[in-house]
Every structure is written in structure tokens, then in C-alpha cells.
């Protein structure tokens, strides 16, 4: 089926130093795919997000970069720093039924030392 | 805060017992989604309502049904639940005027089910 790819599961790094987070994506229809960034025990909170007609977005220290032919999209964290420890999701948009449903990857634990 | 509303925060239950989440959406969001997120599975989605219509279907056991009532908010009803099925069920609203492209969704605090 359906799915979506997303290495690594964890991720540890050093106060300033940049994270990088990787998703690969089967659904070549995908037009949506949003980041979010999970706290222990809270929501996903949305960080950003990239549709297919735009192939880059940054926001302050965030970046995405999606690439719609090899249907891979990754997130950019510089600067990094200890509050930016969580799990980040990603996620793509996979047709099912009548909508657009995001299809997540499994996670990545980010961990920011500091 | 989401502006995305769930009760109850927790729930702790036993084997073959039925329990009842509930969810309402941000202002204005037509469409409703749930998610079941276990240690070991991810955020898995469930099932989507949008203006109180099923739109769409994903791993939902039959044993879980959900509906979206006139004033928006949801339900998802959970029945002869197993040890197994302890998880955080998350909820997310989306505007989704039309469902032809994804919109963001915003997700509620999630309701964190205990079964023994």
C-alpha cells in the first residue's frame, strides 16, 4: 500500500549544530506535506509545511526542501537547540476515499545536546 | 492551544468494556479526523467525517465507529476493547471546503486510553 519512509528513527546532535530529517513518499498524486513536531505526551503541533508546486520553504531556522520526481522531502533544522528536542513526523497526502488523508512517517526522535 | 477540544484527557477501562471519546473541531472546520497513536505504530488515521458525512476509511477496526453530529464536534466509539487498544487517540480538524487538496490540520490534546 501506501506509504511513507522516514529515516532517521533517531537523531542526536549538538547545541548548533543542524538536524536534518528525511521522508520518501510512493503516491506520485501526493500534493500536500506538512511537519510536525511532538512533545512527550502532547499534540502534534504543525512547524511547517510544502505543497507540490513550490520545491523549497523556510521559516527562521526551519526549512523544507521536496523533490517531486525522486518523491522525497526533508526538513532542515539550524542552529539547533535543546527545546528543539521532540519527535518530528512527516507526513504526504495520499488519496483514500474522497479526501487527501496525510499518510506519517514512523518518526524521528530528535535529541539536542547541550 | 489548536482551538481543537477532546474529553477526556484519560480514560482507564477494562478488557470487553465499551468507552465514548469525544472531539470538537476549531471554528469553522468542516472536517474532523481521528488518529490512533500507539509506541510502537505511529500516528495511524482512522477515519474522517466532514460536515457529518463518513469521507473517508483507514485502518478503523469493526469493533470502533465514529460519527460527526449537526454541531460538528465527533465521537468515536470504541467497543469490546482488548489490551491492545491502548493508545493516545488523537483528533485533528481541517477547513477542507472542498476535499479536492489537503488542508492543515490542527490537532486536540488527545485522549489517553488505558486498558487493563
Known amino acids: 500500500g501506501e506509504n511513507v519512509e522516514q529515516h532517521p528513527s533517531t537523531l542526536s546532535v549538538q547545541e548548533g549544530d543542524s538536524a536534518v530529517i528525511k521522508c520518501t513518499y510512493s503516491?506520485?498524486?501526493?500534493?500536500?506535506f506538512p511537519w510536525y513536531k511532538q512533545e512527550l505526551g502532547k499534540r502534534p503541533q504543525l512547524i511547517i509545511d510544502?505543497?507540490?508546486?513550490?520545491g523549497e520553504k523556510k521559516d527562521q531556522r526551519i526549512a523544507v526542501t521536496l523533490n517531486k520526481t525522486a518523491k522525497h522531502f526533508s526538513l532542515h533544522i539550524t542552529e539547533t537547540q535543546p527545546e528543539d528536542s521532540a519527535v518530528y513526523f512527516c507526513a504526504a497526502s495520499i488519496r483514500t476515499g474522497g479526501s487527501y488523508i496525510p499518510t506519517f512517517g514512523r518518526g524521528t526522535s530528535l535529541i539536542v545536546h547541550p | 492551544d489548536s482551538g481543537v477540544t477532546q474529553t477526556p484527557k484519560h480514560l482507564i477501562t477494562a478488557t470487553g468494556q465499551r468507552v465514548t471519546l469525544r472531539c470538537s473541531p476549531r471554528s469553522g472546520d468542516l472536517s474532523v479526523y481521528w488518529y490512533q497513536q500507539s509506541l510502537d505504530q505511529g500516528l495511524q488515521f482512522l477515519i474522517q467525517y466532514y460536515n457529518g458525512e463518513e469521507r473517508a476509511k483507514g485502518n478503523i477496526l469493526e469493533r470502533f465507529s465514529a460519527q460527526q453530529f449537526p454541531d460538528l464536534h465527533s465521537e468515536l466509539n470504541l467497543s469490546s476493547l482488548e489490551l491492545g487498544d491502548s493508545a493516545l487517540y488523537f483528533c485533528a480538524s481541517s477547513v477542507d471546503p472542498a476535499g479536492l487538496q489537503s488542508e492543515t490540520q490542527y490537532f486536540g490534546p488527545g485522549t489517553r486510553l488505558l486498558v487493563l
Open positions: 510544502i505543497r507540490s508546486n513550490v
Open positions: 503516491d506520485s498524486a501526493s500534493n500536500y
